[in-house]
């Protein structure tokens, strides 16, 4: 499985960013998707996951302002971020879970500004 991630940028806050991560290759072998992020400094965390059937769960964190979705056709998962803060601020990653293994995009850089 192959994860290509885009649409970071610098926004300010209270703006609005879409992610889209584009899947490949063996895609019907994945379970779920999902995003992470990391900020300078500190680990990966954990954002947002949709699974086959679009069940979604977010972290607390982010719960209210970003929407996570998937297009089935265009293998394609997304992350809405609405109302963004400089917290918000890290380099985020796609994540694809199979049922042996998982799989990271190269990650794309969002940069809120206060």
């Known amino acids: 499985v192959q994860l290509q991630a885009s649409g970071g940028g610098l926004v300010q806050a209270g703006g609005s960013l879409r992610l889209s991560c584009a899947a490949s290759g063996s895609i019907f072998s994945i379970l779920s998707l999902g995003w992470y992020r990391q900020a300078p400094g500190k680990q990966r965390e954990w954002v947002a996951t949709i699974t086959t059937i679009s069940v979604t769960n977010y972290a607390d964190s982010v719960k209210g302002r970003f929407t996570i979705s998937r297009d089935n056709a265009k293998n394609t998962v997304y992350l809405q971020m609405n109302s963004l803060k400089s917290e918000d601020t890290a380099v985020y990653y796609c994540?694809?879970?199979?049922?042996?293994?998982?799989?990271w995009g190269q990650g794309t850089q969002v940069t809120v500004s206060s």
């Open positions: 994540n694809a879970i199979l049922r042996f293994s998982e799989y």
